[in-house]
């Protein structure tokens, strides 16, 4: 598994941007990963996935996140980010950084290998 250490969480007003960042370390000992993802759990519900990206930086992103997030990643600095715009209360969350080292996308947590510590994003 590779390490993910998430940051960027924080309070911020309905309509704010937040930026949050992946770094990923320790690729070089085991499988690389092909798809990163952003996943986010409230308390007493389901963890969902939010964005997810592959090694092509082919993209996919859950309904409700749709033309407000965007999901990036820089090799060269081995990060994955999530642009968040036009936040609302209900992204109030913590946010994690996943990654699987299989090719068929999945929204499904179970099939994400690696995980970070996660981040609180609070929007109100």
């Known amino acids: 598994h590779v390490q993910l250490v998430e940051s960027g969480g924080g309070s911020v007003r309905p309509g704010g941007s937040l930026t949050l960042s992946c770094a990923v370390s320790g690729s070089g000992d085991t499988a690389s990963p092909y798809w990163m993802a952003w996943f986010r759990q409230v308390p007493g519900k389901k963890r969902e996935g939010v964005a997810a990206?592959?090694?092509?930086?082919?993209?996919n992103y859950a309904d409700s996140v749709k033309g407000r997030f965007t999901i990036s990643q820089d090799n060269a600095k081995a990060t994955v980010y999530l642009q968040m715009n036009l936040l609302k209360p209900e992204d109030t969350a913590m946010y994690y950084c996943?990654?699987?080292?299989?090719?068929?996308?999945?929204?499904?947590?179970?099939?994400?290998?690696?995980w970070g510590q996660g981040t609180q994003v609070t929007v109100s």
């Open positions: 996943a990654a699987s080292t299989s090719r068929c996308y999945s929204r499904r947590p179970d099939d994400y290998e690696s």
């Open positions: 990206i592959d090694s092509d930086d082919t993209t």
